[in-house]
């Protein structure tokens, strides 16, 4: 018993140490201090010359603009789909495709993106020269404009899924179900009535989560390198762009920046926090006015076309990849490679194998290790929560943090503590690393199922002599096996898509799907490209596949829970 | 000798063989230390045409001293630099993870000032004495700055043009006839966006045409006018940037990247800093064969890509082995051959053996790719402060938009 009963805090001690860590590691050299270049007292230049830099207004600006319009854009996609469409055909078929959505890594989605909507892509070839007149490729902006459109548009593109599927895990804590045929019965229709009666209720369940995306809007790197804006780029990019200076003294600057980055994402939730205060006073004025409501017709189908853009952009994208990894020479405006060859596969694949191999191992063994924690603290919130279960919630709250603080913020830092405890670069470091980032996905998607789980249940098996691992083992967990599966193959997802946690604290010698596909990706070759990038979705995919298959063989005997 | 000068003595022979840095004066000694070693190399690892190389050359190395090498692939060279500065920062002064690092200018002007490579040995390399230390001035003064025997070239690099004769029969040959060009002609030419290296060279490159006195960049920037001995660049730039792919309000962000925007018909002329770059590409099916490489009339810069070890290098002897392998004329001839790669060599084809000098003259270099002759003598690289000047002005008058 006692060993479950400290679960929590050895889980937030392995979580919140190096993030800690990270972040005191980051703001001394913020401060001046690094004695490995002759940083020895604290001093405010680094930060004198952050705000000397004549790009700055402009990357906040874009850091800011890009990271508010993605989440607020994602939320209302989402909370039109969903309001429009709960409980339909349309939204089952689309919870089937949400999974290998959400397995795309952002890096792939992203370049798939570039080849969609850039002048000389598939849909400018698909129109060109017939009705465009196009035989060369017309000079237009539409990647990488000052504006961050493209930007926004891949985040709303890859964080749609995510925030789905959140909602949808939240519907059924949320008492959907009922809340709607109260408000059927009064007269509202389905997207008033959804969000007069469900949505302040699902709310508060996916407030983390948005938050979530919101801090990663905003301190993406790798998404914003391709789609976004360089003249200046988001300030996370500079930042990055600093540290990657040759020369050293601008890790001075970068940390500044990276501060600067923290307190940017700080200040756009408080934002966040009292946009929602203001919509949520407006809303209740709104929600007792008993207004009816009116076009419900086209805010279904707004929502409907919006979530179809985004996931089919995301699809085609993947598809245009999946031709160049096979394609021989191919001129535009030509729709169709001139030859199709395997050459490609044939040269990386075999290269790729130990990579694949050593990105299995890390995913594997950090979910398995996310998972064993996590397990351990819903159930000890379940089993000691009503004896001081405020302090185990607030304190799971924090185990968020990591997706909350900007990856350039600490990880940096987090490197440099690794190095100070001697810890040699390799697997097992990188491992903890990932367990960081792989843990609150795993809890986020594994909290409110594990919380909604009805009790009787346990006290049902209790009056029937079951011991509370018993009641565990062979009852809860059985019941829980799906959602326990998917939240297996989100962590998983989660380790086989990091980039700056495997490359810094890896010190690049652990070499992952991921880092190859951003090495690769410098150079822009297509055909490259996709072979890493289908490869590393399909991975990806094939944890959510088994993560499908496997209750169906698990409760082969237990036939009541297969429709569970 | 009293008891303290013996313990001393007892001491560092006890301590010796797990600090003791290999001396590659012993090169017997080196082989053998080397031995069973992995290197961990780091380079760039943007194009499919080098890490094919790496990957032959961490074959033939095992094969033949039993080296182990790992391309750990770098997305950008100062992460190497970044990891060996994190690791003095934390005390871990051997050990490190970094083995072995492909570099040059700037960044081994950084790593050599703050004390973090280790050396000298690339000149006690065995096969240091068919490198053409005369004719070829860049093997031993990286962007003017002194090799001092810290880093070992591997291959010889000239700035390049290349254009699709299909739609661009008859490419302008001058700074000033690009511009013409380009105003008849908008957003059909661009450059990688510094600080990228190859967008930097671009800025130099146009200097060096514009500037009055060439021999002024040798020096430091400290020493001249900078003001004044740039202004025509900026004048050049200001006049050439609306003519710019994307009327220059977005750029490539690397070099590579030009080469899929000349396959996709965005651009038609482009610059690179491997003559044998286009000739690969047409090979690998991603340029069509209708394109040419081209010098400026006036000459194109042209340095060395070196390899060096950090101070806190795991495996030292086992770098040096293979950087000796690189320097061999088996490993350079392979580099050289634009199937593979098209780097030129840094050997002296006179201090070959005739088996070795063959293996060169068999090589067929490509349709598109110069002879040694078209492509004509090497401009020195520029001072690394005229680098880093023209990237912070360039950033502070293009890199922010309007």
């Known amino acids: ?564 | 000798m009293t008891i303290l000068a013996r313990l001393y003595a007892l001491a560092a022979l006890v301590t010796t063989p797990a600090w003791a840095d290999p001396d590659p004066a012993d090169w017997q000694g080196v082989l053998e230390q080397a031995r069973g070693q992995t290197v961990y190399w780091n380079a760039w690892g943007g194009a499919t045409a080098t890490n094919a190389f790496i990957r032959w050359a961490g074959d033939r190395v095992e094969a033949r001293n039993g080296v182990r090498v790992v391309h750990v692939k770098l997305s950008d060279t100062a992460d190497a630099v970044s990891r060996v500065l994190a690791e003095r920062a934390a005390g871990k002064h051997s050990g490190g993870a970094v083995d072995l690092i492909w570099i040059n200018g700037a960044n081994f002007a950084a790593m050599k000032e703050a004390g973090l490579l280790f050396g000298p040995w690339a000149e006690a390399l065995p096969n240091w004495r068919l490198v053409d230390v005369a004719g070829k001035p860049a093997l031993r003064s990286d962007f003017t700055v002194p090799t001092e025997g810290l880093e070992a070239p591997w291959a010889m690099a000239q700035v390049v043009f290349y254009h699709d004769t299909a739609r661009l029969p008859d490419p302008p040959q001058s700074m000033p006839a690009l511009l013409d060009w380009a105003k008849g002609n908008p957003g059909r030419f661009t450059y990688p966006q510094p600080p990228d290296f190859l967008g930097s060279t671009f800025l130099k490159q146009a200097l060096y045409e514009l500037v009055s006195d060439p021999s002024l960049l040798q020096g430091p920037i400290e020493a001249v006018d900078y003001a004044e001995v740039s202004a025509p660049l900026w004048a050049f730039l200001d006049e050439l940037t609306p003519h710019l792919w994307r009327q220059g309000r977005a750029y490539p962000q690397s070099g590579p990247r030009q080469i899929q925007l000349m396959a996709d018909g965005e651009i038609d002329l482009a610059i690179s800093f491997s003559p044998g770059e286009a000739s690969t590409a047409i090979a690998n099916g991603q340029l069509p064969d209708t394109v040419r490489t081209f010098v400026l009339e006036g000459g194109t810069i042209g340095n060395a890509s070196f390899v060096a070890i950090p101070y806190n290098a795991t495996a030292k002897a086992g770098a040096m082995v293979l950087a000796d392998f690189l320097l061999s004329p088996e490993a350079q001839a392979r580099a050289q051959d634009p199937d593979v790669l098209g780097y030129g060599t840094v050997l002296a084809m006179d201090k070959l053996a005739q088996v070795d000098r063959a293996r060169f003259a068999e090589l067929d270099m490509g349709i598109a790719t110069l002879s040694p002759e078209e492509l004509g003598p090497a401009l020195p690289e520029p001072h690394p402060s005229w680098m880093r000047q023209l990237e912070a002005d360039w950033m502070a008058r293009y890199g922010l938009g309007d």
């Open chain 1, 1 to 564: 018993m006692r060993p479950l009963r400290a679960a929590p805090a050895v889980t937030l001690a392995l979580m919140l140490g190096p993030v800690a860590a990270g972040l005191a590691g980051t703001l001394a050299p913020a401060l001046g201090i690094l004695p490995a270049l002759g940083g020895e007292r604290p001093a405010i230049a680094p930060f004198e010359a952050l705000f000397d830099w004549p790009g700055l207004e402009r990357a906040v600006a874009l850091s800011l603009g890009t990271g508010l319009t993605a989440t607020a854009v994602s939320l209302m996609v989402v909370v039109l789909f969903v309001a429009g469409w709960q409980g339909s055909r349309t939204m089952r078929g689309l919870e089937r495709v949400l999974a290998p959505l959400l397995s795309v890594p952002h890096a792939a989605a992203a370049l798939g993106i570039v080849f969609l909507i850039a002048p000389s892509g598939w849909i400018a070839r698909a129109l060109s020269p017939w009705a465009t007149g196009w035989e060369n490729p017309p000079d237009l902006l539409i990647v990488q404009d000052p504006w961050g459109a493209a930007m926004v548009a891949g985040l709303v593109a890859k964080e749609v899924p995510f925030l789905m599927l959140m909602t949808l895990a939240a519907l059924p804590q949320a008492g959907a179900p009922s809340r709607m045929e109260v408000a059927r019965a009064l007269g509202y229709g389905p997207v008033t009535g959804w969000m007069k009666v469900v949505f302040p209720a699902v709310y508060p369940q996916i407030r983390l989560p948005v938050y979530a995306v919101l801090a990663y809007s905003m301190s993406v790197v790798d998404v914003a390198i391709i789609l976004g804006p360089n003249t200046p780029p988001p300030l996370a990019v500079q930042v990055v762009r600093w540290m990657a200076d040759p020369d050293l003294s601008m890790r001075f600057i970068a940390s500044a920046g990276a501060m600067l980055q923290l307190g940017l994402v700080l200040g756009a939730m408080a934002l966040w926090h009292l946009c929602e205060h203001v919509l949520g006073q407006a809303g209740r004025r709104w929600a007792e006015s008993g207004g009816r409501g009116h076009g419900e017709g086209v805010l279904r189908m707004l929502g409907l076309v919006t979530v179809l853009l985004a996931g089919g952009a995301v699809v085609a994208g993947l598809a245009g990849l999946a031709t160049w990894s096979v394609a021989g020479f191919w001129r535009f405006p030509e729709p169709w490679p001139e030859g199709i060859t395997l050459r490609y596969w044939a040269t990386q694949a075999p290269a790729l194998a130990g990579t694949l191999g050593r990105t299995v191992w890390i995913g594997t063994v950090a979910t398995a290790l996310a998972l064993v924690l996590v397990l351990a603290c819903l159930e000890a919130e379940y089993r000691f929560g009503s004896m001081r279960g405020a302090r185990v919630s607030g304190g799971l709250w924090l185990l968020y943090l990591p997706l909350l603080v900007p990856q350039v913020a600490f990880l940096p830092g987090m490197q440099s503590l690794a190095l100070v405890a001697g810890m040699t670069a390799g697997m097992g470091v990188v491992v903890i690393g990932h367990l960081v980032f792989v843990l609150p996905y795993v809890l986020l998607s594994m909290a409110a199922p594990w919380r909604a789980w009805d009790a009787r249940h346990a006290t049902v098996a209790a009056t029937l002599g079951a011991g509370p691992w018993r009641i565990f083992w062979s009852v809860r967990l059985p019941m829980l096996i799906a959602p326990v599966l998917t939240a297996t193959a989100v962590g998983f997802a989660v380790s086989v898509g990091q980039y700056l946690p495997s490359l810094l604290i890896g010190g690049g010698r652990v070499q992952t799907l991921t880092t190859e596909a951003v090495a690769l990706a410098s150079g822009g070759d297509r055909r490259v490209i996709g072979v890493t990038a289908l490869m590393q979705t399909g991975l990806v995919m094939l944890g959510f596949a088994l993560a499908l298959a496997l209750p169906r063989i698990v409760t082969r005997n237990r036939r009541g829970l297969r429709t569970a």
